[in-house]
């Protein structure tokens, strides 16, 4: 009788090992939390980068599709043109309160004559604060 008593208290956990074990599980815990935080943080700085250069690519295939004399008329001097429609919200009905500022230029004659270089860039602001832009240009042929 005395050797089954032994066996019966040697075979549970003690409360120290219980207390590793919680102490382990915690931190493996806190780092999938982590982890989960931060995918979340890079997710939606991808959307706004994507969101961004579709309204780039938007614009620009807009333009790509006009005259060249109608594209010429619609900045003069080179000077950027901000969107009127700006800031633009591409879902309003989302809880990201995100917008977007598109601006473009035109320039006749360059890279060299018979070229018009057009560039579109968009603007947004990142949850950091740090205004964020993406840019792309083209270049059309002229009249």
Do not use: C, H
């Amino acid at each position: 009788m005395g050797r089954k008593r032994a066996q019966l208290s040697q075979s549970g956990f003690t409360l120290l090992e219980t207390m590793v074990a919680l102490g382990i599980l915690a931190v493996g815990t806190l780092g999938v939390g982590a982890s989960i935080l931060t995918a979340i943080k890079y997710a939606t700085q991808s959307r706004n980068a994507t969101q961004a250069m579709y309204l780039a690519v938007d614009q620009l295939e807009v333009m790509r599709l006009m005259s060249a004399p109608a594209v010429l008329a619609m900045v003069p001097n080179a000077n950027f043109l901000d969107d009127p429609t700006n800031p633009i919200d591409p879902d309003p009905n989302d809880d990201d309160a995100t917008t977007f500022d598109r601006r473009w230029r035109i320039e006749d004659d360059v890279p060299e004559g018979g070229l018009i270089t057009i560039t579109v860039e968009v603007d947004y602001v990142d949850r950091m604060g740090i205004t964020r832009t993406v840019g792309l240009r083209t270049l059309k042929a002229g009249t």
